[in-house]
Nanobody
Framework: QVQLVESGGGLVQAGGSLRLSCVVS????????LGWFRQAPGKEREFVAS????????DYADSVKGRFTISRDNAKNTVYLQMNSLIPEDTAVYHC?????????????????WGQGTQVTVSS
């Protein structure tokens, strides 16, 4: 059974930082690409960042480029999202996702398994 468990969300003031973690079990972690998506109230789920199987290739939404960093630790079966210079528009539920491929994708339909999400709230 595949499980993805996110943690690290919370309430932070604008300009602050948070580090999200997602532990994956039930998969051979180093065979998968990984992604982070977010969904704000009343909005569709949107791509945030992704990382390839090897970790050598990353991709970011324009809205977070230069502020967020995705990374992975294959020894810990964990993917991270370091979020700096947070703004109120970053407020959303953040989900990690697993893609059974060497290469990541910006499309949510390209991912096979999802976590329940962790809430990030940025106050102004």
């Amino acid at each position: 059974q595949v499980q993805l468990v996110e943690s690290g969300g919370g309430l932070v003031q604008a300009g602050g930082s948070l580090r999200l973690s997602c532990v994956v079990s039930g998969r051979t972690f180093n065979r998968d690409a990984l992604g982070w998506f977010r969904q704000a109230p009343g909005k569709e789920r949107e791509f945030v960042a992704s990382i390839s199987r090897s970790g050598g290739s990353t991709d970011y939404a324009d809205s977070v480029k230069g502020r967020f960093t995705i990374s992975r630790d294959n020894a810990k079966n964990t993917v991270y999202l370091q979020m700096n210079s947070l703004i109120p528009e970053d407020t959303a539920v953040y989900h990690c996702a697993v893609r059974g491929s060497a290469y990541s994708s910006r499309w949510s339909s390209g991912y096979d398994f999802w976590g329940q999400g962790t809430q990030v709230t940025v106050s102004s």
